[in-house]
T-cell receptor, first 114, second 113 residues
Framework: NAGVTQTPKFRVLKTGQSMTLLCAQD?????MYWYRQDPGMGLRLIHYSVGEGTTAKGEVPDGYNVSRLKKQNFLLGLESAAPSQTSVYFC?????????????FGSGTRLTVV | DQQVKQNSPSLSVQEGRISILNCDYTNSMFDYFLWYKKYPAEGPTFLISISSIKDKNEDGRFTVFLNKSAKHLSLHIVPSQPGDSAVYFC????????????FGQGTRLTINP
C-alpha cells in the first residue's frame, strides 16, 4: 500500500518553462489537495478536488492549474514558471466522513525555478 | 491574514522533560484541530486531533488541549524523546465541506539528550 505518491521528487525549471506534477493515491480517497510549503509560512492550499472531474481554488491558486480526470490522480500544472513558485509542493488525500485523521500527505516535490 | 499562528519558531527541551507547543487561531468557524509532525524530506504525518466539542484528547505521550474561549490549543509531549525532534505544525479545519486545512508556520522541536 503506497499511500500518496508524488513525482518527480526534485525538479529545476527555467523561468517561463512549464511542467506538471503528478500525485497518485491508492486508498480510494475522494478528496485530494495540493499545498505548497515556504519557509516561515507553513503549508498553504493551492487547489483541491472533492471528487473525480471537480476542482476548486484554494488560498494561493494564481499561476497554477489542476486536473482530476481519474479519482486516483491529481495533477498540478505550471504553465509559465516564475521564481516565486520555488517551493516544496505536497499533495494530500482525505477520505471524507472519517474525521480528519485519514488525511495523508505525499513526501513532496522540491521545485526550484531559476 | 494568518488565521492559524504558531508564535515560537523553535523550542529546545531536555530528554525526559515535557514539551509544550502552542497554537492560536482567529477563525471561530474552525471546529477541528490537528497536529502534524514533519521530518526533513518527508511529508507531514498526522499526530493527534481534537474536535471543538472537546477540551482535551490524549494518545499515549501526546495530549492536545483546546481552549475555545481563548482560541488557543497546545500539544504536550511527555516524556520527550530524541525521536520527537521534528517540525510540528498546527492545523485547523471545518469538518463539513471540503475539509481544507489551514496551517500554522510550524515549530521546530529539538530534544537534547
Amino acid at each position: 500500500n503506497a499511500g500518496v505518491t508524488q513525482t518527480p521528487k526534485f525538479r529545476v525549471l527555467k523561468t517561463g518553462q512549464s511542467m506538471t506534477l503528478l500525485c497518485a493515491q491508492d486508498m480510494n480517497h475522494e478528496y485530494m489537495y495540493w499545498y505548497r510549503q515556504d519557509p516561515g509560512m507553513g503549508l498553504r492550499l493551492i487547489h483541491y478536488s472533492v471528487g473525480e472531474g471537480t476542482t476548486a481554488k484554494g488560498e494561493v491558486p494564481d499561476g497554477y492549474n489542476v486536473s482530476r480526470l481519474k479519482k486516483q490522480n491529481f495533477l498540478l500544472g505550471l504553465e509559465s514558471a516564475a521564481p516565486s513558485q520555488t517551493s516544496v509542493y505536497f499533495c494530500a488525500s482525505n477520505p471524507p466522513g472519517q474525521g480528519l485523521g485519514g488525511y495523508t500527505f505525499g513526501s513532496g516535490t522540491r521545485l526550484t525555478v531559476v | 491574514d494568518q488565521q492559524v499562528k504558531q508564535n515560537s519558531p523553535s523550542l529546545s527541551v531536555q530528554e525526559g522533560r515535557i514539551s509544550i507547543l502552542n497554537c492560536d487561531y482567529t477563525n471561530s468557524m474552525f471546529d477541528y484541530f490537528l497536529w502534524y509532525k514533519k521530518y526533513p524530506a518527508e511529508g507531514p504525518t498526522f499526530l493527534i486531533s481534537i474536535s471543538s466539542i472537546k477540551d482535551k484528547n490524549e494518545d499515549g505521550r501526546f495530549t492536545v488541549f483546546l481552549n475555545k474561549s481563548a482560541k488557543h490549543l497546545s500539544l504536550h509531549i511527555v516524556p520527550s524523546q530524541p525521536g520527537d525532534s521534528a517540525v510540528y505544525f498546527c492545523a485547523a479545519s471545518v469538518i463539513q465541506g471540503a475539509q481544507k486545512l489551514v496551517f500554522g508556520q510550524g515549530t521546530r522541536l529539538t530534544i537534547n539528550p
